[in-house]
Antibody
Framework: QVQLVESGGGVVQPGRSLRLSCAAS????????LHWVRQAPGKGLEWVAV????????YYADSVKGRFTISRDISKSTVYLQMNSLRAEDTAVYYC???????????????WGQGTTVTVSS | QSALTQPASVSGSPGQSITISCTGT?????????VSWYQHHPGKAPKFILY???KRPSGISDRFSGSKSGNTASLTISGLQAEDEADYYC??????????FGGGTKLTVL
């Protein structure tokens, strides 16, 4: 069964850091791009970042570029989102999602985790 | 990376059909046939219902269909059912491995 499980959310003060994890199972981890998508309270979905299937390329939304870093640990089949210099507007549920096509990054995300909540507040 | 434009809400009665539009630009929706759609019940994980404009993943009802004309993509749900009530989001590839979502549409089944 293909599954993504996020963890690491919590309450953090503005300017501090937090690292989210997404543990993958049920598919070949190194064959699929993995995305982070977030939803702020009362708002829509916002694409945040993607790690390419081969792990050599990462891409980010302008709103997080320079502050967030996506990475992965193949041995643990886990992708991470390191979030630095957090702002109130980063408060959201963060979802991990798998790209539909192997060895491509098309933005069609067929499997999603249940999400982890990040609250940035003093 | 401006969000795609969707109507905030649509509604329909059981058995009817509704269409949700998703308007972008010539740099995203108009440039690529890489529009996907997601159904989102609050508190749950989003569900993948269409990809590449009009293709249905395995297990998705043929009541869901998609199309695109110019910079606007559309999702049509026919034979509305109570369980279709949810938020719906479009998403488009926007070049150089970036993606942009629509603002979301709340579907109410009357």
């Amino acid at each position: 069964q293909v599954q993504l499980v996020e963890s690491g959310g919590g309450v953090v003060q503005p300017g501090r850091s937090l690292r989210l994890s997404c543990a993958a199972s049920g598919f070949t981890f190194t064959s699929f791009a993995l995305h982070w998508v977030r939803q702020a309270p009362g708002k829509g979905l916002e694409w945040v970042a993607v790690m390419s299937y081969y792990g050599n390329n990462e891409y980010y939304a302008d709103s997080v570029k320079g502050r967030f870093t996506i990475s992965r640990d193949i041995s643990k089949s886990t992708v991470y989102l390191q979030m630095n210099s957090l702002r109130a507007e980063d408060t959201a549920v963060y979802y991990c999602a798998k790209d539909f096509w192997a060895t491509l990054t098309t933005g069609s995300m067929d499997v999603w985790g249940q999400g982890t909540t990040v609250t940035v507040s003093s | 990376q401006s969000a795609l434009t969707q109507p905030a809400s649509v509604s329909g009665s059981p058995g009817q059909s509704i269409t949700i539009s998703c308007t972008g630009t010539s740099s995203d929706v108009g440039a690529y046939n890489l529009v996907s759609w997601y159904q989102h019940h609050p508190g749950k994980a989003p569900k993948f219902i269409l990809y590449e404009v009009d293709k249905r993943p395995s297990g998705i009802s043929d009541r869901f269909s998609g199309s695109k004309s110019g910079n606007t993509a559309s999702l049509t749900i026919s034979g509305l059912q109570a369980e279709d009530e949810a938020d719906y989001y479009c998403c488009s590839y926007a070049g150089i491995i970036t993606l942009v979502f629509g603002g979301g549409t709340k579907l109410t089944v009357l």
